[in-house]
C-alpha cells in the first residue's frame, strides 16, 4: 500500500458499495446526524457483522474529492491496531466512499454521561473509562511510528462497546497527522 493508491491493507476488508448500500437498508438507520464527521449508519452485513458506517471525507464535498487524502486516511486508521481505539473493519472505493467500523453498542460517553435516560455511570465505570482513554492516547503518542497527536479527544469522540469499555475514534480527522504521513 502506498500512500495516495489503493493496495492490500492486512486486516481490512474491501467492501463493494452495494454491499455497504444492503447492510444499512439503503442508508436508513442514521446513528448520527451531522458534525464534523458526517453521518453515521448502522450497518448488518450478510455475514453477521454489525458495524458503523461513515462516508469518507465526513460529508465534506472537498475532501470527497481526493482520493489521495482518501488513501492516506485508509493508510493511517489500518495500521492502528489497540484495544481502547475504534477499530476499522473496511471501506468501500470509487465514487461513494465508506469506512467501516467496529459497532459500538453504547454509543458516545458524552451520551452515556447526558441523556437522562439512561442510568447514569458509577464511579467505577467512570474511572476505567479514564483508564481506557489514557492507555489509548499512550498508544497513539508512544507506540505508533509515527506517532499519532489525537488533539480531539472529548466525549463525543470517546465510544462506549457493549461492555462499556471505552475506544477513542475520529482519529482521521487529523488533517496535520495526514500531511506529515504523506511527506514519508
Known sequence: FAFGKPGALPFVRRFKPSEIEAAT???STALETGGPRGTAYRARFADGLVATVRRAGGGDPEQEGQ?????RELQLL???NHRHVVRLRGFSEGHN???VFDQMENR???ECLHDPLRTPLNWRTRLQV???VAAALEYLYYFCDPPVFHVTVN???VMMDADFVAKVSHIGTLQTMLSVLARQ
Not at 482520493?67 to 488513501?71: L, S, V
Open 25 to 27: 437498508s439503503g442508508f
Open 155 to 157: 466525549s463525543s469522540n
Open 78 to 80: 489500518g495500521r492502528l
Open 108 to 110: 458516545s460517553l458524552k
Open 97 to 99: 466512499r465508506f469506512l
Open 130 to 132: 479514564a483508564i481506557d
Open 67 to 71: 482520493e489521495g487524502a482518501f488513501y
